[in-house]
Every structure is written in C-alpha cells, then in structure tokens.
C-alpha cells in the first residue's frame, strides 16, 4: 500500500491566514509553509482513496501526479473516507463538486448525519455530481469499493475515538453514533497496515486497538501542550476541550506512542502553534528522541507486512 501525506496541518495550516506566531512568521519568510490535513493511499498506485477532504484539496492533487486526470474529465480518486465531521476534514468534498459520477464517501454515521443538516454538505453537492453517502459502521473490516463496485483492494475497519461532535454542533449533546473513528486499513494483497488517528482526545484502548502493531501509524499532532493556544495569546479551549491529546507533558502521547508496537509512528494534524514545527525546538528533539518523525507535507510511504 502506497501512503501519501497530502496536507500535514491541522485546521487553518502554515501559515493560517490571520496568525502572526513564530511559525506562521517563519513560514511565510521561507515560503515553506503546510497544507491541511489529508492522506492518500493506494493499493495498485492507479485508483486512490482519499482520507479527509482538506480545503487544500486542489494544490495537494495538483503537487501529486499519481492523482492527475487521465483522461478529459477523470480522476484517480475513487472514493473518500471521513474520520470526522470538522471543516478542516470535509470542507475539500465542494471541491470536488465537478466529478463526473457520484463519490463514494464513507463516514461514521454520526458524520453523516452532520453532513446531511448542521454542516449541510451533501444536501448542497446533491445539485453538482453529489455524493454517494457509504455507512462506516463500527468494527469491520469492509473492503472499500468505487462508485462501479470495484473493490480497491485494501479494507477499513473504524474504531470509534475519544472526542465531542465539532464546535458547530455542540448542541447535539446525545449523538447516536460516533462523530470520530480511527481507521485501520489493510492492504488485502501484502498486508501492509496503515493506522489513522488524525483526532484523538486520549490514548486510550480505543487507540491502542487501532494503532496496534501498525506497520505505519500517522497520529494526532495537533498540540505539544493542553494550554498551548492560551500561551500563545489566542483564547481558546485547551488542547483536551478540544479533543486532542496534547503530545507533550504527563499522560501526553509522547508517552504511550513508542509503546504501541507500531513499526513507524509520524505525527498528523499538527497546529501552526506546535513548537515540533520548529526544527531547534526542545519539544521536536524530545519528538526524535522516541523515534517518532514530525509529518511533512509530500511524505510517501510503501507499506508491507515484512516485519
Ligand atoms: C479540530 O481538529 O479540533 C478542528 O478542526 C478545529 C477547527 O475547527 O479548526
Ligand atoms: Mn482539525
Ligand atoms: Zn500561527
């Protein structure tokens, strides 16, 4: 299975429009900035499946050629998987509003619903090509398939994780499904197993479970610390409020990570405040030294069950 990181940011990215921290400082001086979060991956390096629809979307298929047209209107892309229903990981599906054949996307049901009244994305889409909305339902796996039926060759199981619905539905206090899942894919020919954690509140069994003797697992880097924002002179929640687990300090993922057996661990969703961005920051050696690597954008993985 071939992996690529599309868009290494969390919501807002490097430099985010309105933010003059360090990094988004630096970022607009050496022009070497981050796309929001989105992943690629791809059984066959032919049809490609889309993890997280970023509203960077358009640079990130253009910076690929894996995912050029091949034809007049066309698209490697076969189908999207959502692990939640945030703006940063859905706003990219408009984007794509000029597909020629419905597009397969799956999510947790709790998204769907979202996507069908608060954040009203396939209602709207529903008069371009629209969606064919796919159920991804707890447990598994089920092997992903395009809009004709053909399976892709690498199976999802979703794993639902430690989080609240997005700020925009708050006032939907009882959810009848999960709004966040981890993903577990496996390549059904080599076995090559990528885990996806791009959100997640805590290191709990659920991560355990979908992180568990990956062969690569890209996990939430949003923030070093939980009053990383507050520091930083912005108010807002902290990292935990909003559903990250801090990387950094007591119970931080820095902890636990290096003790999930997966071959190669690389943080995701990582937010223009997080001092890991930094390359001579303390917190980004502290990251090195256990042996996890700071996503980039561009980053490929080729991924076999060789271990
Ligand atoms: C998150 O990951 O917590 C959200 O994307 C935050 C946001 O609304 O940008
Ligand atoms: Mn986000
Ligand atoms: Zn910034």
């Known amino acids: 299975m071939r992996v690529i990181i599309l868009g290494s940011a969390a919501g807002g990215g490097v430099p985010q429009w309105n933010c003059g ?3 988004c400082l630096d970022a607009r001086h050496d022009a070497r900035g981050r796309m929001q979060s989105s992943v690629a991956v791809s059984a066959d390096g032919e049809r490609w499946i889309l993890l997280n629809a970023s509203p960077d979307l358009r640079m990130q298929f253009a910076a690929h050629h ?19 229903g945030e703006i940063d990981h859905t706003l990219g599906l408009l984007l794509l509003r000029e597909s020629a054949d419905r597009l397969p996307v799956y999510a947790p049901r709790g998204v769907s619903t979202l996507l069908g009244a608060e954040w009203p994305l396939y209602r709207v889409l529903s008069a371009y090509a629209g ?9 598994g796996p089920i092997a992903l398939t395009d809009h004709a039926g053909t399976p892709f060759g690498i199976c999802c199981s979703a794993t639902a994780v430690a989080r609240r619905p997005p700020r925009y539905a708050r006032e939907v206090t009882a959810p ?4 966040d899942v981890g993903l577990r894919l496996t390549d059904e020919r080599t076995g090559g197993t990528l885990a996806y954690v ?10 355990r479970r979908v992180a568990g003797g990956a062969d690569l697992l890209l996990f939430d880097g949003t923030f070093w610390s939980d009053d990383e924002l507050k520091a930083a002179g912005v108010d807002a929640p902290t990292a935990r409020e909003m559903g990250h ?3 950094g300090g007591a119970g931080g993922s820095l902890e636990l990570l290096p003790r999930l057996d997966a071959k190669r661990v690389v943080f995701v969703h990582i937010n223009n405040t997080n001092p890991i961005l ?17 996503g980039e954008d561009a980053m490929e993985f080729e991924l076999w069950a060789c271990r």
Do not use: H, Y
Request: charged share 20%.
């Open 66 to 84: 894996e995912l050029w047209p091949r034809g007049l209107r066309s698209s490697p892309i076969g189908a999207v998987v959502l692990t939640d």
């Open 278 to 294: 930094c390359r001579s920051s303390a917190q980004r050696a502290q990251v090195e030294s256990a042996g996890i690597v700071v």
């Open 245 to 247: 687990v801090p990387v």
């Open 131 to 139: 969606v064919e909305p796919r159920a991804l339902e707890e447990g």
């Open 21 to 23: 921290c360090p990094n």
């Open 176 to 179: 009848a499904a999960a709004f």
């Open 198 to 207: 791009p959100t997640a509140g805590a290191m709990d069994d659920a991560v």
